[in-house]
């Protein structure tokens, strides 16, 4: 055996980046911020009296905390040299595909979840269910599933399971 060849077949990892440490934190700063602004927009039907939790608390507490954790990241990215990656594998080819893939399926479901139903032929139709399992099947196409009876099985069963939990039981609007 050549040395090139056990040269090939040994294990590249990723190599240290402070730009892409601070990068993350700053993305991560900006989306938790984000999240934390539209949960104080959330609608409330009716005002709690002081000192009682309402709809937006669960929400709010946990943008708090993601600006917290995400200040703290962009701290230490910033203070501390870049950490080892020896346990991370390098960008496999496609690899950035599929993110990008991910991100335009998740624009798309926001999208079309937007709509919350319509009608056609003088029926209302909710469009979560068909969204989510949509999303879920593309999903599942993107990272490589291939098994049309179990992406079948498994996107409806989910599907169903959220709506019945969500959209029936706890009456949250889909």
Known sequence: ????????????????????????????????????????????RREVAAGQIDARFWPMLLGVTGVVVAIIILVFAITRPAPGREDTERIQPGGVARVVATLVISGAFVAVWSLGSVILFGYRIEIFPIAAALLMAALMLVYGHRRWLSLIIYTASVTAF????????????L
């Open 162 to 173: 959220i709506y019945v939990v969500f959209g029936m039981l706890l009456r949250i609007p």
């Open 1 to 44: 055996m050549s040395t090139d060849a056990a040269e090939s077949d040994e294990y590249e990892s990723a190599t240290p980046s402070r730009a892409l440490e601070i990068a993350f934190a700053i993305v991560a700063l900006a989306f938790t911020a984000g999240y934390l602004a539209l949960s104080t927009q959330i609608h409330l």
